[in-house]
């Protein structure tokens, strides 16, 4: 009866598949984009890291010696004396006459306004280094957070700081259960985040490695155990 009615509707009708169609590959594409940069920017910056310190410890003196003597850039014996030199560096330092060098030229330096905020932001970096080989964070959680029933993961480090358990310790529901440090990382940013202190018993364990959860949090939860055993599948929770 109305053609042109019927018309217009079937074009409106296509629009609409269209529009589903292409939102559906949008999606597609972003979510398998940002898995890729989930799986392969650790490695891309492990990769490149290594290739500068390399170039780092390859220049300098010793290259520049051998090249003025020979004529000739030896790749790599840069890199070799470095690491001769720090080695040799740490022995030295483990004896008795080395500590006392060491010692009165660091105390010299902290001296300087400058060079003793320099030396102890390394110090507090060597320190974590050496806490991390040791596992600083020994277990991943989940804590219940920012709302009831809305859950996040974290990663447990230690019990609470003796300063914060006397400060509560006027709170008898506190005092009684046993206080542990968590720290909540941001996605996709892990390095970021922040600390909370939270009751024990008010924590879930998860059956997982560090690895698997990080993974997790990285990814925005595209990334988990379940995925990479079965095939990475994305589901649309939307409803529609």
């Keep these: ?16 598949i269209v529009k589903s169609i292409i939102s559906t590959i949008l999606f597609y594409i972003r979510t398998y984009f940002l898995t890729g940069i989930a799986v392969l920017l650790p490695s891309a910056l492990t990769l490149y890291v290594i290739i500068t310190l390399f170039h ?14 020979t004529g000739y850039k030896i790749p790599g014996l840069g890199f070799i004396f470095t690491i001769s030199a720090i080695i040799l560096s740490g022995v030295f330092a483990k004896n008795f006459i080395g500590q006392k060098i060491f010692g009165f030229v660091e105390n010299l330096l902290l001296r300087i306004p400058l060079a ?3 030396i102890t932001a390394i110090r507090q970096l060597l320190d974590f280094m050496k806490a991390n080989r040791k596992s600083v964070f020994n277990k991943a959680i989940l804590v219940e957070y920012p709302r009831r029933d809305c859950w996040v993961i974290g990663f447990v480090s230690t019990d609470a700081p003796k300063i914060v358990r ?10 009684s259960s046993k206080l542990i440090s968590v720290f909540i990382p941001t996605t996709p940013n892990p390095t970021s985040g922040f600390l909370v202190f939270v009751p024990k018993k008010e924590v879930v364990e998860l059956e997982i490695t560090m690895e698997e959860a990080m993974k997790i949090v990285i990814s925005g939860g595209v990334l988990s155990p379940e995925n990479e055993q079965e095939g990475f599948q994305v589901e649309d929770i939307s409803g529609e």
């Excluded at 009866?1 to 629009?15: D, E, H, L």
């Excluded at 390859?58 to 003597?69: E, R």
């Excluded at 006397?166 to 005092?175: G, P, T």
């Design 1 to 16: 009866m109305f053609p042109g009615k019927k018309t217009r509707s079937n074009f409106i009708g296509f629009k609409i």
């Design 56 to 69: 780092w410890a390859d220049s300098g003196f010793i290259a520049d010696f051998t090249k003025n003597l």
């Design 116 to 118: 003793k905020n320099i």
């Design 166 to 175: 006397e400060a509560l310790n006027e709170d008898n529901e506190v005092r």
